[in-house]
């Protein structure tokens, strides 16, 4: 096989790079990792890499990293340290560093914000293969690096004994057949692509290294089992049912994914800044990812009890951490929600409460009373089909265009129906008092906006979130007070 047998295989996450909020590693943290991916099945751990924050770490951090992932995984599985720079020397260095420190392999990302071209890229993985003595695996990520390493360089860097694998994560099949094609009798090609897993394992990849893997390992080590043992119909069914999550990840970078570890009590804080909650992962998209997760069962469901006036009725809800264990005083509950970006953008405002109480009343007004250019509609599913809990909605900006009032009262009127609805499904709405309470929602839909279809979705988003927020009592004041200095309008600077 050559100078180094080892060829990686398998399902490897990206790691996590545990912070304090201090922005300092967080050791013990970083070492729970390690044994929860180990006990997870995984076939090898990749620390400081993309995912890892590397970039927004000192050199001797990335070696404290290594260190301590290498120590605690105590050769149970292969560790391939992330050792990328924006020059050769620098390259060779930490490289040389991370061979001392026991690492099974290294990879290296292509230089970044100076650009080199092909002549450049080849003669800097000569070089860094020439003065090192460590199996090197090749990381092609241009959607970070601005920089693609043409297969054809590829090509002619795996007959050098030091190079054992390529990690794709162009996004681009027509790129990853071609490794696929010219270099998987040689070296292993790794899919980092999250979306393309099955795509690259059918095409003959010998496995991945993904950011999802930190959150989902035993799915992708299934999809990945199934492929193997031509299983393609089951492992075409796992695709799909992650795919959304895998998306959203890949959207989110490392801040996505130490929000879904933290909701699965596996903490790992804080990313360093500037990549903050609330702008580089809005509040909305957080609680997207809670409810992709409760889909796959990783979050667990338990029953509380709800308290309308004399009733009590019993609903299964979807609860994590401070939900609480009984909802009471449907006087009044608020809840607000974000989704979606400039005039794509849908905001909902809304109010839930008992029938009887204020909140009742403003119902009432908003239909017998309403203000021009801003009429309530009764919100409904479809022709004389109510939506129960009875919702009213309300536009927040005057109509005044027949454009803008399709677009309001069609597309997300229909959203909000269908959010009220799944909520009812989901036990956020508590079935039993659906007569009980009523619902008044304050739509934003900007008058430039254009496609039907976003503004249906995202008022969807936007809806649903907001019920649960209001039915949950969120965010909380700690929330408020941890949060502040990330709140921002999201119209702000807009020109």
């Known amino acids: 096989m050559g100078k180094f047998d080892y060829r990686p295989k398998g399902v490897m996450p990206a790691m996590v790079t545990p912070f304090n909020k201090d922005e300092s590693i967080n050791e013990e943290q970083l070492r729970n990792l390690v044994n929860y991916f180990i006990d997870q099945g995984v076939t090898g751990l990749v620390p400081c890499g993309t995912t890892g924050e590397f970039v927004n770490m000192t050199f001797e951090e990335r070696l404290k990293v290594i260190e301590i992932v290498v120590d605690e995984t105590n050769g149970r599985v292969p560790v391939i340290a992330g050792t990328g720079e924006t020059g050769t020397r620098m390259v060779i260095d930490a490289s040389k ?75 681009d099949y027509k790129y990853h057949s071609a490794l696929l094609e010219k270099v998987s009798d040689k070296i292993s090609v790794l899919i980092g692509w999250d979306e393309l897993v099955l795509g690259s394992l059918a095409g003959g990849s010998a496995g991945c290294i993904l950011g999802s893997a930190n959150v989902i390992p035993k799915i992708w080590l299934e999809l990945y089992d199934h492929v193997k043992h031509n299983r393609l ?191 009812v499904e989901d036990g956020i709405l508590p079935k039993a008092a659906s007569e009980d309470i009523v619902i008044i929602a304050n739509v934003f839909v900007h008058p430039s906006a254009s496609s039907r279809k976003r503004v249906f979705i995202n008022n969807y988003k936007a809806t649903r979130n907001a019920i649960r927020k209001a039915m949950e009592g969120l965010p909380t004041v700690e929330d408020g007070i941890e949060n502040a200095e990330n709140a921002r309008h999201p119209f702000r600077n807009d020109p």
């Open 97 to 171: 560093a991370a061979t001392d420190l026991g690492a099974d392999a290294v990879i290296i990302v292509t230089p970044y914000y100076l650009k080199p071209k092909a002549k450049g890229l080849y003669d800097h993985y000569f070089t860094i293969a020439e003065k090192t003595d460590i199996p090197i695996v090749l990381y092609n990520i241009p959607v970070c690096t601005g920089v693609e390493l043409p297969w054809t360089v590829v090509e002619d860097l795996v007959d050098i004994e030091n190079f054992v694998a390529i990690k794709d994560s162009s996004g």
């Open 233 to 423: 119909q089951e492992a075409q069914a796992l695709q799909k049912k992650v795919q959304k999550l895998a998306r959203m990840l890949i959207n989110s970078g490392a801040l996505g994914a130490k929000e879904c570890l933290n909701m699965l009590s596996v903490p790992v804080g804080i990313t360093r800044s500037p990549i903050i909650l609330g702008d580089a992962l809005s509040y909305e998209l957080k609680d997207e990812f809670r409810v992709e997760l409760e889909k796959l069962g990783m979050i667990e469901k338990k029953e509380i009890k709800f308290e309308i006036g004399e009733k009590e009725l019993t609903s299964r809800f979807y609860a994590v951490g401070v939900t609480p264990e009984k909802i009471s005083d449907f006087s009044l509950k608020v809840g607000e929600s974000l989704v979606g970006d400039r005039v794509e953008l849908a905001h909902i405002d809304l109010l839930i409460g008992d029938k009887k109480g204020p909140v009742g009343e403003a119902y009432a007004k908003a239909l017998t009373h309403p203000a021009k250019g801003r009429e309530g509609l009764q919100v409904i599913l479809e022709p004389n089909m109510q939506v129960k809990p009875a919702t009213v909605m309300i536009p927040t900006v005057k109509v005044t265009s027949l454009r803008h009032a399709s677009l309001t009262y069609g597309p997300a009127q229909a959203a909000i129906a269908k959010a009220v609805i799944q909520c």
